[in-house]
């Protein structure tokens, strides 16, 4: 596995820019709210689990794994199974995500 540089918060930011994308649009295609997004990207959440965890791996500021997808982190409930989506150190295997969007994702 080829292992990518983890993105500072503020190499996220300026992803953002660079892509002409704003974080509430690529908070409406990932399902995740932008007011958490933009805390993670201003430091303010430790991004320890939860939706947090899964949009700080996401982003490339955090290597992880993310267990079950992002809507049914949001919704109450009993966790259904799902594919471990893996994810180090950048290393993204979701096209939706920040890296994978330079290959084709929605801008």
């Given at each position: ?33 932008a ?50 989506l ?22």
């Amino acid at each position: 596995m080829k292992n990518h540089v983890l993105k500072s918060p503020s190499e996220a930011r300026a992803w953002f820019t660079a892509q002409g994308l704003s974080i509430a649009e690529w908070c409406r295609q990932h399902q995740v709210g932008a007011s958490l997004t933009r805390q993670i990207l201003e430091g303010k959440k430790p991004c320890h689990r939860g939706q947090s965890h899964q949009i700080a791996v996401l982003l490339g500021i955090k290597a992880g794994v993310i267990n079950r997808p992002l809507e049914a982190a949001r919704q109450k409930g009993p966790r259904q199974p799902a594919k471990a989506l893996k994810i180090a150190a950048g290393h993204h295997t979701s096209a939706d995500s920040i890296s994978g969007a330079d290959a084709g994702g929605a801008v």
